[in-house]
């Protein structure tokens, strides 16, 4: 009922700059939180930022002063500008959104097939 799909990852020099989108799509209600999570090989994946439909915005530690999450409530999409980047942020990126679907009383989790980020020389 509901698709997100994210571009933009690659391959990218340490100290460079990516930009990743999400666009969500479906029948969509109401999208509360969206957000980026990663998961590099053989770890865990964890957090790296969430931005409710107000525009407010959490960070992992880690990412902090380097990543900026921004939202176009408009186009049901998220933007994850990635400056700074070094080559532990090599990972798996992953978008997630919170989604009410139309006529539903509830949401749900949703998450999108993943971007490849590359930091490395």
């Known amino acids: 009922q509901v698709h997100l799909v994210e571009s933009g990852g690659g391959l990218v020099q340490p100290g460079g700059s990516l930009r990743l989108s999400c666009a969500a799509s479906?029948?969509?209600?109401?999208?509360?939180?969206m957000g980026w999570y990663r998961q590099a090989p053989e770890k865990q994946r964890e957090l790296v930022g969430t931005?409710?439909?107000?525009?407010?915005?959490e960070y992992a530690v880690s990412v902090e002063g380097r990543f900026t999450l921004s939202r176009d409530n408009a186009k049901n999409t998220v933007y994850l500008q990635m400056n700074s980047l070094k080559p532990e942020d090599t990972a798996l990126y992953y978008c997630?959104?919170?989604?009410?679907?139309?006529?539903?009383?509830?949401?749900?989790?949703?998450w999108g097939q993943g971007t490849q980020v590359t930091v490395s020389s």
């Open positions: 479906g029948s969509i209600g109401s999208i509360y939180v």
């Open positions: 931005i409710t439909s107000r525009g407010i915005t």
């Open positions: 997630n959104a919170v989604v009410r679907v139309k006529y539903s009383t509830t949401s749900d989790n949703y």
